[in-house]
């Protein structure tokens, strides 16, 4: 390599590092009160939850590196006790990108055995997660944690959002954080490259639905606090966009036929389901994708 190729290299990489640290200078960490001990704090990435108590600070996922001050800070104002624990709903990184430095802060990272897996793969850029990102407890169905005066129950979906996502429950504050496993009021992103499915993710949602009441608060993965009408209402789109898509191949359509059909999605589009990260081709290529192939994989 010239020196003058190392050091375009070098500043196109100053250069994206500047840009990608002020992308979130002017993003504000909101805390949203549930109950006496549990809170939803929302900035960039999947939304966190927080119980804080005498034993200490629970914490579902971190969102990006560069917000860690502000969360961190954010906590700092509801609880002056220490970070216990740290579960990572999924390995994305706007869920789990502050891993390094909560547990740095002092927080035990727990996460589903698939997490750590994938988190310890080679990233996109050539790199490595450092030890401290890993989580050091690991569970394979489910896990209990008591702490703050009442046990919060993990269990694992299969195949949903992606290979190794965990939804919490808090049983006493009846507080439900979903992970990636819901959108609130837009399409979801359902990682068929991580181990994720349509059917693994509509089971997901139904799996939830049969823990929770009425009365219960709803932290989803993205958007804004839910309850469990919202929640039926998202299973309802899925379901619907699943049958649609499921006829379609049955009648012989082509994933560029599914591509193409707005009709398939105007309902949920006209309540601007598709403005989020996912619009409404891309979850029609999706539910395609992963349907046809569990149809491919059933007739071999």
């Not at 624990?85 to 390995?91: E, M, W």
């Not at 919060?152 to 504050?173: C, K, M, Q, R």
């Not at 009441?213 to 966009?241: A, C, R, V, W």
Request: hydrophobic share 35%.
């Amino acid at each position: 390599m010239t020196i003058r190729n190392y050091i375009t290299i070098l500043l196109i990489f100053i250069s994206s590092t500047i840009i990608s640290q002020n992308r979130f200078d002017s993003v504000e960490i909101k805390s949203i009160k549930l109950t006496e001990h549990t809170y939803m704090l929302e900035g960039a990435g999947g939304n966190i939850g927080i119980s804080i108590g005498e034993d200490g600070v629970f914490v579902i996922d971190d969102q990006f590196a560069p917000l860690s001050d502000k969360i961190l800070a954010s906590i700092k104002k509801l609880s002056d006790k220490p970070i216990k624990f740290l579960v990572n709903t999924h390995f994305h990184g706007d869920h789990t990108g502050g891993n390094e430095n909560l547990a740095k802060a002092g927080a035990t990272l727990i996460a589903h055995d698939n997490v750590r897996k994938r988190l310890t793969e080679v990233q996109k850029d050539g790199s490595n997660k450092p030890k401290e990102a890993l989580p050091v407890i690991t569970f394979n169905d489910k896990l209990n944690i008591y702490i703050n005066g009442e046990s919060v129950a993990i269990f694992h979906t299969e195949n949903a959002h992606t290979d190794g996502d965990a939804i919490l429950y808090f049983t006493e504050s009846n507080v439900l954080h979903t992970g990636d496993t819901y959108f609130n009021n837009r399409y979801p992103y359902i990682d068929l490259n991580s181990g994720g499915s349509v059917d693994g993710y509509i089971s997901a949602v139904k799996r939830s639905l049969m823990v929770i009441n009425d009365e219960t608060k709803i932290i989803p993965g993205h958007g804004k606090l839910s309850n469990k009408q919202e929640y039926k209402t998202f299973l309802t789109m899925l379901e619907s966009l699943k049958s649609s898509i499921l006829k379609a191949i049955d009648e012989g359509k082509t994933e560029d036929d599914v591509k193409n059909d707005t009709s398939i999605t105007k309902t949920y589009d006209d309540l601007d389901y598709g403005t989020g990260f996912i619009n409404s081709e891309k979850i029609r290529l999706t539910f395609y994708r992963s349907l046809k192939t569990k149809q491919n994989d059933s007739e071999d």
